[in-house]
């Protein structure tokens, strides 16, 4: 087990009302005989073409469901007592925490609806009823969905599973900085997607109550930035919704209790455009043989765009999240045909 380091890091004591260290610890305990421990791997191409340092990719696309999501869905449902699981569960989502909420509960023999928008792709729509779950189409987008659902749980007295705030949730995707630091314990910067903020939320407490000193980056669409407005604003606001490639973090409004992490230990938030994200698609699948929705591709995006300080990257030890892998093989067709140019083999340009 990592143990913390004295003395006490302030920073991070000032959230230990919202969660803390002992909770994902705790957590790792609770999801190890479900969920994965998903590899970290060295990428050539983006550490020697793109950052000329060091630069890990966390492969949680090979969860289980193909995203983090599932981590953080199972340590909350684990955690429900006998009625609350009864009664069955209820979320919004635009597709991954849903997949997560509908495969824990068919593992547990506990019945779920989740709630999504239109704009929730087909195949994860699909995914979803696959693992037994009721799916409500709902909305336009996915506050309108997770109004929805808030309406339903009070009608007909659902337990409510939130997707990003919620210390439980946040906790069961902070087990995954609990690994980074397991594989990479001198890792320096780490890059995390950021929709509503409980996957940054609980990575950013594993970190740094263990090493302050690790700069953690949050990333975000352009067209959709709710957890930046509000940091910038310093109070919850409301950012207007646009498409975005990364509908896994099209969230227009954060919560409290991510915001209020988020606010103290991330360091800074950057913005993506949807041709970057594209590009960073492109080129995971091309340089580096994997695939990532658009979502998980915002912190390869974020780096080869050159948004974050070299100081943070050159010569440095990143880790770049990929945090899901749902995307539509239509997508990816579109996106090849976009991008579409002879396969570059030069020496360190694959891997």
């Known amino acids: 087990m990592l143990v913390e380091k004295e003395p006490r890091n302030q920073v991070v004591a000032v959230t230990d009302n919202l969660l803390n260290l002992n909770q994902i610890e705790e957590a790792r305990e609770v999801i190890k005989k479900y969920a994965r421990r998903t590899p970290l791997v060295k990428s050539m191409f983006l550490s020697n073409n793109v950052v000329h340092g060091d630069v890990y990719l966390k492969l949680e696309n090979m969860q289980l469901t193909g995203s983090f999501k599932f981590r953080g869905a199972n340590n909350k449902i684990n955690h429900l007592n006998e009625e609350e699981k009864q009664r069955g569960v209820i979320t919004a989502s635009a597709g991954n925490h849903a997949q997560g909420v509908a495969?824990?509960?068919?593992?547990?023999?506990?019945?779920?609806?989740?709630?999504?928008?239109?704009?929730?792709?087909?195949?994860?729509?699909?995914?979803?009823?696959?693992?037994?779950?009721?799916?409500?189409?709902?909305?336009?987008?996915?506050?309108?969905?997770?109004?929805?659902?808030?309406?339903?749980?009070?009608?007909?007295?659902?337990?409510?599973?939130?997707?990003?705030?919620?210390?439980?949730?946040?906790?069961?995707?902070?087990?995954?900085?609990?690994?980074?630091?397991?594989?990479?314990?001198?890792?320096?910067?780490?890059?995390?997607?950021?929709?509503?903020?409980?996957?940054?939320?609980?990575?950013?407490?594993?970190?740094?109550?263990?090493?302050?000193?690790?700069?953690?980056?949050?990333?975000?669409?352009?067209?959709?930035?709710?957890?930046?407005?509000?940091?910038d604003a310093g109070k919850i606001v409301k950012h207007h919704q646009d498409f975005t490639l990364a509908d896994g973090t099209d969230v227009a409004t954060p919560g409290d209790i991510t915001f209020g992490i988020v606010s103290k230990l991330v360091d800074e938030i950057v913005l993506v455009s949807e041709e970057e994200i594209s590009k960073a698609m492109k080129d995971l699948m091309q340089r580096t043989k994997v695939v990532a929705e658009g979502a998980g591709a915002l912190p390869t995006a974020a780096l080869e765009a050159g948004k974050i300080d070299p100081k943070w990257t050159k010569d440095k030890k990143v880790v770049a999240l990929v945090s899901g892998g749902n995307v539509d093989l239509q997508r990816v067709s579109q996106i090849i045909d976009h991008f579409f140019t002879p396969v570059d083999t030069h020496k360190g340009a694959i891997g």
């Not at 989740?114 to 995914?127: I, N, T, W």
């Not at 009823?129 to 007295?157: Q, S």
């Open 103 to 231: 495969l824990t509960g068919k593992l547990l023999g506990i019945k779920t609806t989740v709630v999504m928008p239109d704009e929730a792709p087909q195949m994860k729509r699909d995914a979803t009823r696959g693992y037994g779950a009721e799916v409500d189409i709902h909305g336009a987008t996915f506050d309108d969905a997770h109004e929805w659902m808030r309406e339903r749980a009070e009608k007909e007295g659902k337990t409510i599973v939130d997707p990003f705030n919620d210390a439980l949730i946040c906790a069961g995707q902070g087990t995954i900085g609990l690994e980074i630091l397991e594989d990479l314990v001198d890792v320096e910067t780490v890059v995390v997607p950021v929709g509503g903020g409980g996957l940054i939320s609980g990575i950013a407490t594993a970190l740094k109550s263990i090493n302050p000193s690790i700069h953690i980056v949050g990333v975000q669409s352009e067209n959709v930035h709710g957890m930046k407005a509000s940091v």
